[in-house]
């Protein structure tokens, strides 16, 4: 299974962009998957996950502005940033997490998100 991140690029801060994460196989194979990022110098964060049938979950920076789905038609998972900020400026990351029959967890390439002050 591959995963493949786009969508990322230069906006300026309060504007907004949606990241995609496509799988190339069913995303009903995967239990949880999620949105990381890095920032030039910081360690790689969690920023939002959900678990197959459930909810998302956000980092406390991204609250209230970004939002996680999956269209499991399309296999591919989304991340909807709005007002962003110049500190959302990172590397993103998607990150698939399949239990059974073994563990095993999938990252994608990184899309590089800029946010202009």
């Known amino acids: 299974v591959q995963l493949q991140a786009s969508g990322g690029g230069l906006v300026q801060a309060g504007g907004s962009l949606r990241l995609s994460c496509a799988a190339s196989?069913?995303?009903?194979?995967?239990?949880?998957m999620g949105w990381y990022r890095q920032a030039p110098g910081k360690q790689r964060e969690s920023v939002a996950s959900?678990?197959?049938?459930?909810?998302?979950n956000y980092a406390d920076s991204v609250k209230g502005r970004f939002t996680v789905s999956i269209d499991s038609a399309k296999n591919t998972m989304y991340l909807q940033m709005n007002s962003l900020k110049p500190e959302d400026t990172a590397v993103y990351f998607c990150?698939?997490?399949?239990?059974?029959?073994?563990?095993?967890?999938?990252w994608g390439q990184g899309t590089l998100v800029t946010v202009s002050s």
């Open positions: 990150n698939a997490l399949q239990y059974a029959p073994e563990f095993k967890t999938y």
């Open positions: 959900i678990a197959r049938g459930g909810t998302g």
């Open positions: 196989g069913s995303i009903f194979s995967f239990n949880a």
